[in-house]
């Protein structure tokens, strides 16, 4: 069963916007949290964002901090990020994932249940 379901992936120039979306299945319950990893090719998965499900509060890698926002929407029980200004090495498959128990965000073991992924391509 799918319990995380991810969207809005493509391909944008450099300095361009893209939003990716989350959809979570009430199956899962409530998470704790929920983050937002990419991939990029032959090299291992690396947070980019992450919120506190039920403060809000976000986290996010430096080089990403300005440009990019995680949000989530009870109503819908989705969460997104809006990226902006996206730049060529920000090329990657994204991953969204939700932890159920509490604890750092911003590594990957923890989290139960992962997105299949969407490829982001910023052309130069």
């Known amino acids: 069963q799918v319990q995380l379901v991810e969207s809005g992936g493509g391909l944008v120039q450099a300095g361009g916007s893209l939003r990716l979306s989350c959809a979570v299945s009430?199956?899962?319950?409530?998470?704790?949290?929920m983050g937002w990893f990419r991939q990029h090719p032959g090299k291992e998965r690396e947070f980019v964002a992450a919120?506190?499900?039920?403060?809000?509060?976000?986290f996010y890698r430096d080089s990403v901090k300005g440009r990019f926002t995680i949000s989530r929407d009870n109503a819908t029980n989705t969460i997104s990020l809006q990226m902006n200004r996206l730049k060529p090495e920000e090329t990657a498959v994204y991953y969204c994932?939700?932890?159920?128990?509490?604890?750092?965000?911003?590594?990957?073991?923890?989290?139960?249940?992962w997105g299949q992924g969407t490829q982001v391509t910023v052309s130069s």
């Open positions: 994932a939700a932890k159920m128990a509490s604890g750092f965000l911003s590594i990957s073991w923890p989290y139960d249940y």
């Open positions: 009430e199956r899962i319950g409530t998470p704790y949290g």
């Open positions: 919120i506190i499900w039920s403060r809000g509060s976000t």
